[in-house]
């Protein structure tokens, strides 16, 4: 499926952005996923440091406490708490990231007319939305800026995989000619 070109006189960032993952990818030697990878960390460490998360002062409650500080002080237990869902959004992306280039290949297969080796391969994208919607909301209301930022990311993930694999199939990746997988 191609992607449909930008209407004439208007500016479209996607084909800036495959070229720019491509060249970095092989610019650095890395692979698609890890560029990605490093991209969303970049975006949820900036949103969580604008969010405040250069502030120090609630380990003082720490400090003073130990660790029941951490029940005790809800500034504390805040700050912590947007950090770990920093680091929970982070990991969530690699896996996603995984099971997205999973399915492409269960794709690929049903395409070559093959019997899916996962058969609910199809019931990823469903559930993937269904649940970034459910965060969507509980972030929002615990104002989890990073986090929100993250769920956006997601959201967005399906559409740049299907703009990646228009531009670069998996049946012309040189490192996968004749296999299947994904890179």
Known sequence: MASRPAAKGSF????????GVKKTRDALGLQTYQVEYLFVGAILLGT????GGFSLAPLAAFSEQGLLAFWTDPALRIWLADWLALIGVSYSFAHASVADRLAEVEGERVTAG??????????????FVKREVAWLLTFLLLQSWSALVGVLIFLAYPAWRRAWRSSYPVATSKRLRGKVGAR
Do not use: F, M, N, W
Not at 14 to 19: F, H, I, T, V
Not at 48 to 51: N, P, V
Not at 114 to 127: F, R
């Open 114 to 127: 093959q019997a899916p080796t996962i058969e609910c391969y199809g019931k990823l994208h469903g559930s």
């Open 12 to 19: 479209s960032v996607l084909p800036l952005a495959l070229r």
């Open 48 to 51: 969580r440091l604008l969010a």
